[in-house]
Nanobody, 123 residues
Framework: QVQLVESGGGLVQAGGSLRLSCAAS????????MGWLRQAPGKEREFVAA????????YVTDSVKGRFTISRDNAKNTVYLQMNSLKPEDTAVYYC????????????????WGPGTQVTVSS
């Protein structure tokens, strides 16, 4: 299995940027498709972005398209979420997640989760 720890969250003004990192340990990082999800207070957790284990395929949800970019460095066992032009509605706890099962990855279903990092965007 893999262990995940997020970092890089914080408080930022609207229009600002943050880069989240997720460091993985355990089994081979390149065996996992990775995702970022978020949960705002009082709301259900929602999918944000995904990247294939090779890094060759990425996807971001419509609400962050053009503002957020997902990437990974398999040599460093790390996945990133670059967030630009942040809006107050991006405020949430952001979670990194992993899956080694391609079918589950396509369904945005993940088996391993980090503890999350808080992102707060002030207006």
């Amino acid at each position: 299995q893999v262990q995940l720890v997020e970092s890089g969250g914080g408080l930022v003004q609207a229009g600002g940027s943050l880069r989240l990192s997720c460091a993985a340990s355990g089994r081979t990082f390149s065996s996992y498709d990775m995702g970022w999800l978020r949960q705002a207070p009082g709301k259900e957790r929602e999918f944000v972005a995904a990247i294939a284990r090779s890094g060759g395929s990425t996807y971001v949800t419509d609400s962050v398209k053009g503002r957020f970019t997902i990437s990974r460095d398999n040599a460093k066992n790390t996945v990133y979420l670059q967030m630009n032009s942040l809006k107050p509605e991006d405020t949430a706890v952001y979670y990194c997640a992993a899956s080694s099962n391609v079918v589950r990855s396509i369904r945005r279903e993940y088996d391993y989760w980090g503890p999350g990092t808080q992102v707060t965007v002030s207006s």
